[in-house]
């Protein structure tokens, strides 16, 4: 897997630096929100700490240039949903390259179904926002991992919180109050 993982970040470290090499940082606004890389030995510590491993189906929502889904495809089935045209041809071809078994769809991930995945992982480039919020109440399975700031306006239950270098990371769930209104609701 450390094999896999050292392709990945390389892969990775060229296409960043092709953007230093311009004068231009690796970040950029999208029509929905906010994209910068995610640094690829975080995620992967990250990855391991909650062992990944021991889910079937992973998604990142806002999946931007792919690194986050192709690193979780070393552990698990992994998907990235991403609205920008670009990033989402960006991270195919990267897979293609790799010979991954990632996959990513192009579309937002509001019109886009939760209750497959078990674990979804989210960046957010601002606080998350009460439509997602809603979202999460209706379609989370399974875990939350949520990175960076956490505002966050959702009755979940909070399992994990740890820093790596500095980021901080939970892991919630739905907590019981979410699942019972969403029975009677059904």
């Known amino acids: 897997m450390l094999k896999k993982f ?30 910068g890389y995610s640094i690829c030995e975080e995620v992967f510590e990250i990855f391991n700490r909650i062992n990944l491993q021991d889910y079937s189906h992973f998604l990142d929502l806002g999946s931007g240039d792919g690194r986050v889904v192709m690193i979780a495809s070393l552990f ?10 670009t990033l989402v041809k960006k991270s195919r071809q990267i897979s293609q390259e790799l010979s991954s078994s990632a996959e ?23 606080s998350l926002h009460f439509g997602l919020k809603d979202k999460l109440e209706k379609e989370l399975n399974g875990k939350l991992i949520l990175v960076g700031p956490q505002i966050f306006p959702v009755p979940l239950k909070k399992h994990e919180e740890f820093f790596i270098n500095g980021t901080k990371i939970g892991i919630y769930s739905k907590s019981n109050y ?9």
């Open 178 to 186: 979410s699942k019972e209104v969403n029975k009677l609701n059904k």
């Open 6 to 35: 050292n392709e990945i970040k390389e892969r990775y470290d060229k296409y960043r630096d092709s953007f230093l090499k311009q004068g231009k940082l690796p970040i950029r606004s999208t029509a929905k929100g906010f994209w």
């Open 76 to 85: 698990t089935k992994a998907t990235g949903v991403e609205a920008d045209r």
């Open 104 to 126: 990513f769809i192009h579309g937002d991930f509001f019109d886009h179904e939760l209750s497959k995945y078990d674990i979804l992982y989210s960046f957010p480039d601002t």
